[in-house]
């Protein structure tokens, strides 16, 4: 079975996760980070993509990425290989650093793109701190500190920093979830899957295992719940959940695109 493509953007955004083989940390200190997001800078002047939001945990990394070029999956692996190639010879180790491709979903319009922001902002609650006093985001930059972070798309739709500020406070726009983005009846669910792999979804079961698993990750990358992918599959949910932590890869939906009006200054 061949690999998928990765599912098209109609904005050109994307919400981008990379994570640690096996979950290790990516991140031994801050030099780490450091050498990360001067090779993050790089490929931004290299491919020409703008990065509009981003933040460094000790074994993934969020970044919203703006690629108007199409090149998106260039730049993130080259931007991977060189990262890995840095960290493997600091560390004295070899073997892959990341778990698998990158992963991306892609943005669909306004609501999702503002979610994803305060989405990748807020990762540091995990570690109990509040997304202003965590130094490895994008979050001062909104607040007009230097950065790699090209925030005028955001803030031009929000207004300014104080719109920002309400994003991140107690107006937020509601949960997110970057694999959970897309409601689907199951009709529609089943003609996305006929679409995506040639196959209706019942008789993935019967598929050699290797096939039946990229099958599934490619579903569930298109947004579709466990539960609803669980159904209409006649597979497990728990054993589609535990596949599927291996990675997300899908071709194109059907996207609503950003309004021109969103890219306005901000004032």
Same mark, same amino acid.
């Given at each position: 079975?061949?690999? =998928?493509?990765?599912?098209? %953007?109609?904005?050109?955004? =994307?919400?981008?996760?990379?994570?640690?083989?096996?979950?290790?940390?990516?991140?031994?200190?801050?030099?780490?980070?450091?050498?990360?997001?001067?090779?993050?800078?790089?490929?931004?002047?290299?491919?020409?993509?703008?990065?509009?939001?981003?933040?460094?945990?000790?074994?993934?990394?969020?970044?919203?990425?703006?690629?108007?070029?199409?090149?998106? %999956?260039?730049?993130? $692996?080259?931007?991977? *290989? %060189? =990262?890995?190639?840095?960290?493997?010879?600091?560390?004295? /180790? /070899?073997?892959h650093l990341f778990e698998n491709r990158f992963k991306s979903v892609p943005v669909r319009d306004e609501r999702q793109l503002l979610c994803a922001v305060r989405y990748i902002h807020?990762? !540091?609650?995990?570690?109990? *701190?509040?997304?202003?006093?965590?130094?490895?985001?994008?979050?001062?930059?909104?607040?007009?500190? !230097?950065?790699?972070?090209?925030?005028?798309?955001?803030?031009?739709?929000?207004?300014?920093?104080?719109?920002?500020?309400?994003?991140?406070? *107690?107006?937020? !726009?509601?949960?997110?979830?970057?694999?959970?983005?897309?409601?689907?009846?199951?009709?529609?669910?089943?003609?996305?899957?006929?679409?995506?792999?040639?196959? /209706?979804?019942?008789?993935?079961?019967?598929? @050699?295992? !290797?096939?039946?698993?990229?099958?599934?990750?490619?579903?569930?990358?298109?947004?579709?719940? =466990?539960? $609803?992918? %669980?159904?209409?599959? +006649?597979? +497990?949910?728990?054993?589609?959940?535990?596949?599927? /932590?291996?990675?997300?890869?899908?071709? @194109?939906?059907?996207?609503?695109?950003? *309004?021109?009006?969103?890219?306005?200054?901000?004032?």
């Amino acid at each position: 079975m061949p690999r =998928y493509a990765r599912e098209y %953007s109609a904005t050109g955004i =994307y919400h981008v996760m990379f994570r640690g083989n096996g979950k290790q940390d990516i991140f031994e200190d801050d030099a780490d980070r450091l050498a990360f997001i001067s090779r993050l800078e790089t490929r931004v002047s290299d491919y020409l993509i703008s990065v509009l939001a981003w933040c460094l945990m000790d074994n993934h990394v969020h970044l919203l990425i703006h690629d108007e070029k199409g090149i998106l %999956s260039v730049a993130m $692996q080259s931007l991977a *290989t %060189s =990262y890995a190639l840095y960290f493997n010879a600091k560390c004295g /180790r /070899r073997g892959h650093l990341f778990e698998n491709r990158f992963k991306s979903v892609p943005v669909r319009d306004e609501r999702q793109l503002l979610c994803a922001v305060r989405y990748i902002h807020n990762n !540091p609650a995990e570690l109990g *701190t509040a997304p202003a006093g965590y130094r490895w985001s994008s979050y001062r930059e909104y607040l007009g500190n !230097p950065g790699p972070a090209d925030t005028s798309l955001v803030l031009g739709i929000l207004g300014g920093v104080d719109g920002f500020l309400a994003l991140m406070g *107690t107006d937020a !726009p509601g949960p997110y979830d970057p694999f959970d983005e897309a409601g689907r009846s199951d009709d529609f669910a089943i003609e996305q899957i006929r679409l995506l792999i040639g196959l /209706r979804p019942n008789t993935l079961a019967a598929l @050699p295992k !290797p096939e039946r698993n990229r099958a599934l990750i490619a579903i569930r990358n298109l947004g579709m719940r =466990y539960k $609803q992918i %669980s159904r209409l599959t +006649g597979i +497990g949910e728990s054993t589609i959940y535990r596949i599927c /932590r291996e990675g997300q890869e899908a071709p @194109p939906p059907e996207v609503s695109p950003i *309004t021109a009006s969103s890219t306005a200054a901000t004032p």
